[in-house]
C-alpha cells in the first residue's frame, strides 16, 4: 500500500495547526503586554453575553443588509467545517467520504446536502459583500484608513471564501460515485454536467486536486487569521466575554489618583514625611496612556478582534462632521503599534527594546483625541463590543496629567472648576441667585 | 422662589426626602437657570420635601474627568461626598444627565452611595405615585425629543422621558436617529468647553438638521448643554420662527400655567 498522500496529508495539517497554535501563542503574549483588569466578576451575565452577541450575532442585524448576509456566511461557515472532520479522517486514513456508510446514505445525503446549499449561498453572500466594498461604494469602507493593506485585507478574506466554496462544490461535483449516488448533491449536480466529457480517471484526478486544495487552503487560511482583521471570528467570543459590563456612562476612577487625591486631602497627613526606613521609594505610576503596554489587556485584545466594519466611525459624531477622529482608525492603529512591539519583543530575543515610538503622535495624535465627544455611539455601534472610548480617554488623561497638554480653554475651564467649583468664572458665593432672579 | 437649603434643613432639624443637584449650567447659565426654575415649580406643585446645597455645591468634576483631568476629578467628588454624607443625604435629582451619570455611577467607588434620579425619572415617578399630574396642554403638537447621551445610551434612560413627554398629549415624532442611536450634540467630553477641531460641520448642526426633518414645533430634551447646543443649531438654521427648544421639565411646568 502506498501511505504517501497519508504522510504528506499529516505532514501539511501539523505544520498547518503547528505555526497557528505558534501564533496564537504569540497573540495571548501581546494582548498579556496589557495592564490588569479585572473582568472576571458576573459570570453568568458574561456568558449571555458571549452567547447572545458573539454566538447569535444579536448586534450585527442592527444594520438589516450587512447583518442578514453576515448571519449566512457566519452559519455556513460554522456548519460547513463539519465536513473538515471527515476531510482530516479522510486525509489521515486514506479513506473516502468515511461517514457515509456510517450514517447512511440518505443522513449523510442531507448533511452533505445542507452543506452544499449553505456553500452556495455563501458564495452569493461574499459576491455581494465584493461588491459592497468595490463597486457600491459603501461610506465607511472608502474612508482614509481603509487604503492599501486593510482594504486588500478585505478583499482578500473574500477571495479566500470564494476559492474554498467553489473548491468544496468542484470536489463534489467531480466525485463520480456520490453523483451517481444522487444524494447530497442539490447544488454539485449543477455543476457535474460541465465535466461529463472527461474521463473517470481525469474526473478522479480532479477530484484529489479540489480535495487537497480545499484542506490546503483551509490551512492556508487559518494561519492567514493571525495576520487579518479576520481574528474575529475567534476573538469575537472572549472579546464579548471580557467586555464591560457597567453602564456605558461610568468611567473608571483610577486608584493610582485616588490614593494620592486621599493623601493631599488627609488633615492629619504629614506633608515632609520620609518614606519609611528600608521601604523602597515607590516609582509613581504613570497616568493614563501613551503606549499600548499603558493599555489594559481587554482594550489590547479589543484591537485583535476589531474587523475594520467602520460601524463605529459611520456613526461617530466627530467623523460625521469631518473631524480627524474615527474610532476605527484607535482601534488600528493601536493594532499595529502592538504587533510593532510585538515583533521588537521577537528580534530582541523576548525584552523590549526601546524604538523611540509610542502609539501616542506616532500613531494616534491630539487633534484625533481631543475631537472626541464621549457620546458612546462607537461603543453601542459595535457588533462584538469592542470599547474605543475608553482608548481615547486613557489617552486624553496622559495627555493632562502627565504633559499638562490639554487645548488652553480646557485649562481655563479646569482652573474655574478648581478656583471656584464651576466650570465657568462665576463666584461660588452666587451659585443659589437663580431662586431669586 | 422658596428654596430651602440643605444648612437651613439641618438648622431647623430637618432633613429633606430628596436633594435637588443643580449643576454648574442650571445654577449660572441664564438658559438652564429657567430649566432650574420650572423643575422646582414642579417640587413644589407635587408637595416634594426637598433642598439644594447652594453655595455649598460644586462642580461633580465631569466635566474635568472627560477632558482627562482625573486628579481635579477625584478632588472635586471627594469633597461633594464629603458635604453629602455630612447632611445625610440619601437620595438626589439632577436635571443634568451628566451629573446624573457622575454621581449615580462613579461616585460609589469613592465612598458616596445615593439613590440618583434624572428628573425625568422623577417627574415619572411624582406622576406614578399621583403627586404630580401632567395636563394635556400640547395636544397634537409636533414634538421631537433630542436623547442626551449620558441619559440615553450612557445608562439606558430611553422611555421615562418620552412616556412624560406623551402625557402632554404631544404627537411625538422621532428623529432618524434615536434612542440608542441617537447622534449627540457636540456638547458631550468637555466638547462643551472648547471649539470643535477642524472639519467640515458643526455637530449641533447635524443634529439639529435631523430635528428640522422632523417637522416638530418643539425640540423636547432632559440636558442644559443639549438645550443650549440645539438652541444654537437653530439658530443657525434660522429657524427660531418655527420651531423651539425647551426642557421636558419646562413644558410640563408651563402645560400647568407654572
Given at each position: 500500500m502506498n501511505y504517501i498522500p497519508n504522510i504528506s496529508f499529516a505532514i501539511a495539517l501539523f505544520i498547518g495547526i503547528g505555526f497557528f497554535v505558534m501564533n496564537v501563542l504569540k497573540l495571548v503574549r501581546n494582548i498579556k503586554l496589557g495592564k490588569a483588569v479585572d473582568r472576571s466578576d458576573r459570570k453568568t451575565q458574561r456568558w449571555k453575553n458571549m452567547a447572545r452577541i458573539a454566538l447569535g450575532q444579536s448586534k450585527m442585524v442592527s444594520r438589516p443588509i450587512a447583518g442578514f448576509l453576515h448571519v449566512i456566511v457566519y452559519v455556513g461557515f460554522i456548519i460547513i467545517n463539519i465536513e473538515v472532520l471527515e476531510i482530516i479522517i479522510d486525509g489521515l486514513f486514506g479513506t473516502h467520504r468515511v461517514f457515509q456508510p456510517l450514517l447512511g446514505n440518505s443522513i449523510y445525503g442531507f448533511l452533505i446536502g445542507t452543506f452544499e446549499i449553505l456553500a452556495f449561498l455563501v458564495l452569493v453572500a461574499v459576491i455581494i459583500f465584493w461588491l459592497r466594498r468595490n463597486i457600491v461604494q459603501i461610506k465607511r469602507f472608502m474612508s482614509k484608513e481603509m487604503k492599501g493593506w486593510p482594504k486588500s485585507d478585505g478583499n482578500l478574506i473574500l477571495y479566500f471564501e470564494i476559492v474554498l466554496m467553489s473548491l468544496f462544490i468542484l470536489m463534489n461535483a467531480t466525485d463520480h460515485s456520490f453523483q451517481e449516488a444522487g444524494f447530497g448533491n442539490p447544488i454539485s449536480q449543477f455543476v457535474a454536467p460541465w465535466f461529463s466529457e472527461y474521463s473517470l480517471e481525469t474526473l478522479s484526478s480532479i477530484e484529489h486536486i479540489a480535495w487537497w486544495a480545499h484542506i490546503i487552503g483551509i490551512l492556508i487560511f487559518l494561519n492567514y487569521l493571525y495576520y487579518s482583521k479576520h481574528l474575529h471570528i475567534l476573538l469575537a467570543f472572549p472579546n464579548t466575554f471580557f467586555a464591560n459590563l457597567q453602564p456605558k456612562g461610568q468611567f473608571n476612577n483610577l486608584s493610582s489618583v485616588t490614593k494620592e487625591v486621599r493623601m493631599m486631602m488627609d488633615p492629619d497627613a504629614d506633608p515632609y514625611a520620609m518614606p519609611e526606613e528600608g521601604l523602597e521609594e515607590e516609582i509613581p505610576e504613570k497616568f493614563?496612556?501613551?503606549?499600548?503596554?499603558?493599555?489594559n489587556w481587554v482594550q489590547l485584545l479589543n484591537a485583535y478582534t476589531?474587523?475594520?466594519?467602520?460601524r463605529c466611525t459611520s456613526s461617530c459624531p466627530a467623523n460625521m462632521t469631518?473631524?480627524?477622529?474615527s474610532p476605527r482608525a484607535i482601534m488600528m492603529k493601536t493594532r499595529d503599534r502592538l504587533e510593532e512591539v510585538g515583533r521588537n519583543i521577537d528580534t530582541n530575543k523576548g525584552a523590549f527594546k526601546d524604538d523611540g515610538k509610542q502609539l501616542l503622535n506616532d500613531y494616534i495624535t491630539p487633534e484625533e483625541l481631543w475631537a472626541c465627544t464621549s457620546c458612546n455611539a462607537c461603543v453601542e455601534e459595535c457588533p462584538i463590543d469592542i470599547d474605543p472610548l475608553s482608548i481615547i480617554m486613557d489617552m486624553r488623561r496622559f495627555l493632562v496629567m502627565e504633559q499638562s497638554a490639554a487645548p488652553q480653554e480646557l485649562n481655563m475651564m479646569m482652573t474655574n472648576i478648581e478656583n471656584n467649583g464651576a466650570p465657568w468664572q462665576y463666584n461660588q458665593q452666587d451659585r443659589l441667585n437663580w431662586k431669586d432672579e | 422662589m422658596n428654596v430651602p437649603t440643605m444648612a437651613e434643613m439641618l438648622s431647623q432639624g430637618k432633613s429633606p426626602e430628596v436633594l435637588f443637584w443643580v449643576g454648574a449650567a442650571g445654577s449660572y447659565d441664564d438658559r438652564a437657570k429657567k430649566i432650574t426654575r420650572a423643575f422646582v415649580k414642579l417640587l413644589h406643585r407635587a408637595n416634594v420635601d426637598f433642598a439644594v446645597l447652594g453655595t455649598e455645591e460644586s462642580s461633580t468634576g465631569d466635566a474635568a474627568k472627560r477632558a482627562g483631568n482625573e486628579f481635579l476629578f477625584q478632588m472635586q467628588a471627594i469633597s461633594n461626598i464629603e458635604i453629602l454624607n455630612s447632611y445625610e443625604v440619601k437620595t438626589i435629582v439632577c436635571t443634568d444627565p451628566h451629573s446624573f451619570n457622575t454621581l449615580k455611577n462613579e461616585y460609589p467607588e469613592l465612598g458616596g452611595n445615593y439613590k440618583v434620579y434624572h428628573h425625568t425619572q422623577f417627574i415619572k415617578k411624582l406622576v406614578q405615585e399621583g403627586r404630580l399630574d401632567i395636563k394635556k396642554s400640547l395636544k397634537g403638537k409636533k414634538v421631537t425629543y433630542h436623547d442626551p447621551c449620558y441619559l440615553g445610551?450612557?445608562?439606558?434612560?430611553?422611555e421615562s422621558p418620552r412616556d412624560i413627554i406623551r402625557k402632554l398629549g404631544v404627537n411625538l415624532q422621532e428623529m432618524k436617529q434615536h434612542k440608542n442611536r441617537a447622534l449627540c450634540c457636540g456638547a458631550g467630553g468637555a466638547q462643551m468647553f472648547k471649539d470643535a477641531e477642524?472639519?467640515?460641520?458643526?455637530i449641533n448642526i447635524l443634529r439639529t438638521e435631523q430635528a428640522l426633518e422632523t417637522n416638530a414645533e418643539i425640540i423636547a430634551t432632559g440636558c442644559p448643554y443639549c438645550n443650549t447646543m440645539m438652541t444654537d443649531g437653530v439658530k443657525f438654521h434660522e429657524k427660531e420662527s418655527q420651531i423651539i427648544v425647551k426642557d421636558i421639565a419646562e413644558l410640563i411646568a408651563e402645560a400647568d400655567n407654572l
Open positions: 493614563g496612556a501613551s503606549d499600548v503596554t499603558d493599555l476589531c474587523t475594520e466594519c467602520g469631518g473631524k480627524e477622529l | 445610551r450612557g445608562n439606558g434612560v430611553y477642524k472639519g467640515d460641520k458643526e
